[in-house]
């Protein structure tokens, strides 16, 4: 069953010199219940997909479609906000909030009562590995690993069913890169969320259901 689709996608971009095609044609499909990799050299288009995906960017041609629906057709930000959760490389955690309260932003922007909050942020923390001596730190007291957790952790509290990742483990060493993956896999397995991750480390890759390699903007044949 597919549950995201990129439809003949291409997007172009014009830097002080050239107008650059960073995506040119692709079509792919995404399900529930499964892990997917795109992988490619710098510059190979990669990241630009995986915007285009979730909404942060519209294409200059195709469509990327979410049950059937174009994201030119809706508000973008809804769209992440209740139904695509983007887990970035440098984290994106609100600085002057404690990981516990950022975890909460998302649920005050769905209106959940005060209490139902707390508590799905703290189940949401203990998930992922963080201590609740941890909850009222700040991200610059926290390490890499504990701050890309609370980014899992304040996407999954989203509940939302497409979980976005820009090189999640590229700022972690091996250790909490390891654990970081294996939150990705089980919420896809056992929680039967779609989960989409950019990454350059092939053994990463490698343990992803399906691995989509994109070169110069266009998706390889075969993979």
Not at 63 to 88: F, N, Q
Not at 125 to 144: T, Y
Request: charged share 25%.
């Amino acid at each position: 069953m597919e549950l995201l689709k990129a439809n003949a996608l291409s997007f172009s971009y014009r830097n002080k010199y050239q107008t650059v095609q960073a995506v040119k044609g692709v079509s792919c499909a995404f399900a529930p219940g499964r892990t997917y990799a795109i992988v490619g050299k710098s510059g190979s288009g990669k990241t630009t997909l995986l915007s285009l995906l979730a909404g942060l960017e519209l294409p200059t041609e195709g469509e990327v479609l979410y049950e059937g629906k174009s994201t030119r057709e809706m508000d973008c930000d809804a769209y992440r906000r209740d139904h695509a959760a983007v887990i970035y490389q440098n984290y994106n955690l609100f600085p002057l909030l404690t990981a516990e309260e950022n975890v909460l932003y998302p649920l005050k922007l769905k209106h959940m009562p005060k209490a139902q909050a707390k508590q799905l942020a703290h189940e949401q923390l203990k998930a992922v590995g963080i201590e609740e001596e941890e909850f009222k730190r700040f991200p610059a007291q926290l390490s890499g690993g504990q701050q890309q957790r609370v980014a899992i952790a304040r996407a999954l509290a989203a509940g939302n069913q497409i979980i976005l990742a820009d090189e999640p483990t590229g700022n972690l060493d091996i250790s909490n890169g390891e654990q970081v993956v294996n939150i990705l896999l089980r919420l896809a397995h056992e929680e039967g969320r779609c989960v989409i991750i950019v990454t350059h480390d092939l053994e990463i890759a490698a343990q992803m259901d399906e691995v989509l390699t994109m070169r110069d903007g266009v998706l390889e044949p075969g993979e």
